[in-house]
Nanobody, 117 residues
Framework: QVQLVESGGGLVQPGGSLRLSCAAL????????MGWYRQAPGKQRELVAR???????TYADSVKGRFTISRDHAKHTVYLQMNSLKFEDTAVYYC???????????WGQGTQVTVSS
């Protein structure tokens, strides 16, 4: 069982930056690929970025070059650094943990990111 605790959302102006954090509690961090998803009002949840235990990362085309995902194994935490934020980045952002052995998935509670002038 894994509990994911997110933080770092908020209100930011276009062009600004935010960093989201997700602490994974209760299991072996290295067993999990970690990811960030987002869901805007009226839209489906979509993958933003994912990082493997070895540090390999993938990004949605819409955020490439602006967002960076990273993980700190000592702190059992995954981060999403978001730069050059746009209005269309406004969404609830969810942390995801995927056990690469059992394919069990866990979700955080979500954190709101609002990009507005």
């Amino acid at each position: 069982q894994v509990q994911l605790v997110e933080s770092g959302g908020g209100l930011v102006q276009p062009g600004g930056s935010l960093r989201l954090s997700c602490a994974a509690l209760g299991s072996i961090f290295s067993l999990y690929a970690m990811g960030w998803y987002r869901q805007a009002p009226g839209k489906q949840r979509e993958l933003v970025a994912r990082i493997t235990d070895g540090g390999g990362s993938t990004y949605a085309d819409s955020v490439k070059g602006r967002f960076t995902i990273s993980r700190d194994h000592a702190k059992h935490t995954v981060y999403l650094q978001m730069n050059s934020l746009k209005f269309e980045d406004t969404a609830v952002y969810y942390c995801n943990a995927l056990n690469v052995r059992t394919l069990e998935e866990y979700w955080g509670q979500g954190t709101q990111v609002t990009v507005s002038s």
